[in-house]
């Protein structure tokens, strides 16, 4: 990834109801660190999209906020939530500019904890380091972030994928990648031309190449 994703990408991929990033469940690998006692404090959920994170957590007890720069993102998610009975909080907020001062910047008190399911891997190397200050911006020294991207590797996939080496350059100053491994990340192949690629069915769920960091805050 050189460029970052267009917004009009997003927004067209949830009035077209295809986002191959959202499976009605919450991500196994954000699960897991749940279940293990990782995730604490008060939490950001960054690029929420459909908000599966947050309801998953707001419904274990966390004090959890999901973001997104998508109007259509925030919408569905509200609307899941409101359909799950889950009091489940969201804002339209770009991850780039969180902290500055700049509309749906300010989030109130710093973060503990920060959910970053494959939203990193969208943007391009400029933009991969505004994300690592605005992120630091935003949480106390201290802070965790669990970050899940898709990953470059020989394995078939699809999606934005990136090098670990991208996570390890944009995380740097006021920041220590604690651990980085190969994991899954769970997505539907809807498009024809994926599912070919995977040798499944279109609209089939897959489990692609991933990173899974955990990142400290100095």
């Known amino acids: ?27 196994p690998a954000v699960v897991e660190l749940e ?41 569905l998610a509200r609307r899941i939530a409101a359909e799950r009975g889950v009091a489940a909080t969201f804002r ?13 910047g300010d989030l109130g008190a710093p973060f503990d904890t920060v959910v970053d399911s494959a939203l990193f891997h969208v943007f391009g190397a400029a933009d991969r380091r505004r994300y690592a200050d605005a992120l630091h911006r935003v949480t106390r020294t201290g802070a ?5 991207a898709l990953a470059e590797t020989e394995e078939p996939g699809f999606g934005p994928r990136i090098s670990d080496s991208a996570i390890r350059e944009a ?19 809807h498009s024809q031309e994926h599912a070919d690629g995977l ?3 279109p609209g089939e769920l897959v489990d692609l190449p991933a990173w899974l960091a955990r990142i400290r805050r100095h």
């Open 35 to 75: 279940q293990a006692g990782r995730i604490t404090g008060r939490v950001l959920d960054a690029g929420c999209g459909a908000g599966e994170h947050t309801i998953h957590l707001a419904e274990r007890g966390h004090d959890v906020l999901g973001i997104d720069f998508s109007d259509g993102a925030i919408a």
């Open 199 to 201: 040798g499944v069915r």
């Open 171 to 189: 995380f740097t100053d006021g920041w220590t990648v604690d651990e980085l491994t190969a994991h899954r990340y769970r997505a539907v192949a």
């Open 144 to 148: 965790t972030v669990h970050l899940v």
């Open 1 to 27: 990834m050189t460029e970052t994703v267009g917004r009009e990408i997003f927004e067209s991929a949830y009035a077209e109801g295809t986002p191959d990033w959202v499976i009605g469940q919450a991500q």
């Open 92 to 104: 339209v907020a770009d991850a780039l500019a969180l902290g500055d001062g700049a509309a749906g």
